[in-house]
């Protein structure tokens, strides 16, 4: 079955410091992997997806995503953290069977950037 | 409109009332999505729509829940006999028809069972 894991239900870190959000797959094939942010009060928010390519994918706001096929990670990163980035993170993959294409979300990760 | 939008935005009802949620897609996109995010529980597929195809119905909780989807476009969420269990958001996305395209959420309906 396919699985996603966020393994921090909480990770704080300071203004101007290098963040990351963990997630973690299990999925039969080759994983469509993306993350989303959610601000209160709001739907979620497309921020990047990893298809095929290169392993380090870029988005929005400046976060950006490494796929590791061997430890089948696809952490969310960014170099500098702004306040405004605090909010919830989703990660999802959408695997390549069953021949539909729902997401599964991990539980969500809330990041607290302080300022 | 430019992204998916959902109807209402809020939904308060007592227990074993039926409710209706509604949503409208990004024109032109053919797959269709709901979801609920429950406190505690993260998010969760309930059905997805995909052109004039038969319907993902996996995620669907119980058989109180049941959806449609008029003309391609529209959907609605039906949730029959409410419970308190059902006090959720419903957030519902949809995409162009191929998978690697990423889902466009809309801002959800957030659905509050007395």
């Known amino acids: 079955a396919q699985s996603v894991a966020q393994p921090e239900d909480q990770v704080n870190v300071a203004e101007g410091n290098p963040l990351t959000v963990k997630c973690t797959y299990s999925v039969s094939g080759n994983p469509y992997l993306f993350w989303y942010v959610q601000y209160p009060n709001r739907g979620l928010q497309f921020l990047l997806k990893y298809i095929t390519g290169d392993n380090l994918v870029k988005g929005s706001y400046g976060f950006e995503a490494e796929f590791n096929k061997s430890q089948t990670s696809f952490h969310l990163k960014k170099p500098s953290a702004l306040v405004s980035d605090s909010a919830l993170y989703f990660c999802?993959?959408?695997?390549?069977?069953?021949?539909?294409?729902?997401?599964?979300f991990g539980t969500g990760t809330r990041l607290k950037v302080l300022a | 409109g430019a992204g998916v939008s959902q109807s209402p935005s809020n939904k308060v009802t007592e227990k074993g009332k039926d409710v209706e949620l509604r949503c409208d897609p990004i024109?032109?996109?053919?797959?269709l999505y709901w979801y609920r995010q429950s406190l505690g529980q993260g998010l969760e597929f309930l059905i997805y729509?995909?052109?004039?195809?038969?319907?993902?119905k996996s995620g669907l909780p119980s058989d109180r829940f049941s959806a449609e989807r008029t003309g391609g476009s529209v959907s609605t969420l039906t949730i029959q006999r409410t419970q308190q269990e059902d006090s959720a958001v419903y957030l519902c996305a949809s995409s162009a028809i191929t998978r690697r395209d990423e889902q466009f959420f809309g801002p959800g309906t957030r659905l509050t069972v007395l």
């Open positions: 729509f995909q052109g004039n195809s038969a319907p993902d």
């Open positions: 024109s032109g996109h053919t797959a």
């Open positions: 999802a993959v959408s695997g390549t069977t069953s021949g539909t294409y729902k997401y599964i």
